[in-house]
């Protein structure tokens, strides 16, 4: 049983387009919530990481948003670029459980020019 | 720059043989990490190890082991091979972030 789920499992999106990807998890003693970028041929990659205590992170073109009542958040990809087309990953972690990340089941993600 | 290194980029193992992963890690981290990863279920833990001769399961350790001699080196190993073991294997380190090597993918036939 997956505890943290992940949606969709594929995109598409034209250049310059949104990209969102979307999770949801069902412990709420985890307290880190990265995403992992991965390229063909590369190990993941962290993109992007939020704690629960703030709604929202921006860094650049990539945004988490976060909602806790809902146990759910999402990366939204702006003014999205061919270079972005990869696997992303969403994760789940606890602090004092040894850090161990819990993944979702990725989405791949293909931005077309 | 943290570089995660892995002994093999592709293998091919018949069934029943016995495989061992590498993986080296030059930060000197304590935590290092064994997951699998197949479309659509993500990354797996299989293993970790939090100090050299620790380990811990993950969540899929069943036919897997692991050794952790020394800190920068934690191998993976696959006592008897079975084809639903074909996968790629990621090997990690790091506390918070977690640093990725580049995988292996093994084929088992």
């Known amino acids: 049983q997956q505890q943290v789920k992940q949606s969709p499992q594929s995109l598409i999106v034209q250049k310059g387009g949104i990209s969102i990807i979307n999770c949801a998890y069902e412990n709420t003693a985890f307290d880190y919530f990265p995403w992992y970028q991965q390229f063909p041929g590369k190990g993941p990659a962290l993109l992007i990481a939020i704690r629960p205590d703030v709604s929202e992170k921006k860094e650049g073109r990539f945004t988490i948003s976060f909602n806790k009542s809902a146990k759910q958040f999402s990366l939204h990809i702006m003014d999205s670029q061919p270079g972005d087309s990869a696997t992303y990953f969403c994760?789940?972690?606890?602090?004092?459980?040894?850090?161990?990340?819990?993944f979702g089941g990725g989405t791949r993600l293909m931005v077309k020019p | 720059d943290v570089k995660v290194t892995q002994s093999s980029r592709y293998l091919v193992k018949r069934t029943g043989e016995k495989v061992f992963l590498e993986c080296v890690q030059d930060?000197?981290?304590?935590?290092m990490f064994w997951y699998r990863q197949d479309p659509g279920l993500g990354l797996r833990l299989i293993y970790f190890s939090y100090d050299v001769k620790m380990k811990e399961k993950g969540d899929i350790p069943e036919g897997y082991s692991v050794s952790r001699e020394k800190k920068e080196r934690f191998s993976l190993i696959l006592e008897s091979a079975s084809t639903n073991q074909t996968s790629m294997y990621l090997c990690a380190t790091g506390r918070r972030e977690q640093y990725f090597g580049p995988g292996t993918r093994l084929t088992v036939t």
């Open positions: 930060m000197d981290h304590e935590n």
């Open positions: 994760a789940a972690s606890i602090s004092n459980a040894g850090n161990m990340l819990t």
